[in-house]
Nanobody
């Protein structure tokens, strides 16, 4: 059974940091490109960061570039998203996504709220 389980969300003050984790199981994790998306209140879901399966190449949305780091551990089947200098506009549900040649999977999301 395929599972993507996000964790690490919560309430953070502006300027703070968070590390989100996504635990994957049920598929060949190392062969999948992994992404983090987010959906803020009243907003469409947006791509935040991508890490490729083969080269480990990383790309980021302009809204988080310089504040965000995506990483993966292919031995533990984990993908991480660290966000620094959090802003209220980073408030969203953050989703983990796995994309292979023939399939795509989503996690249930973890809520991040940035507020004082």
């Amino acid at each position: 059974q395929v599972q993507l389980v996000e964790s690490g969300g919560g309430l953070v003050q502006p300027g703070g940091s968070l590390i989100l984790s996504c635990a994957a199981s049920g598929f060949s994790f190392s062969s999948y490109t992994m992404r983090w998306f987010r959906q803020g209140p009243g907003k469409e879901r947006e791509l935040v960061a991508t890490i490729s399966s083969t080269t480990g190449r990383k790309t980021y949305a302009p809204s988080v570039k310089g504040r965000c780091t995506i990483s993966r551990d292919n031995f533990k089947n984990l993908v991480y998203l660290q966000i620094d200098s959090l802003k209220p506009e980073d408030t969203a549900v953050y989703y983990c996504n796995a994309e292979g040649d023939l399939s795509k999977y989503w996690g249930q999301g973890t809520q991040v709220t940035v507020s004082s």
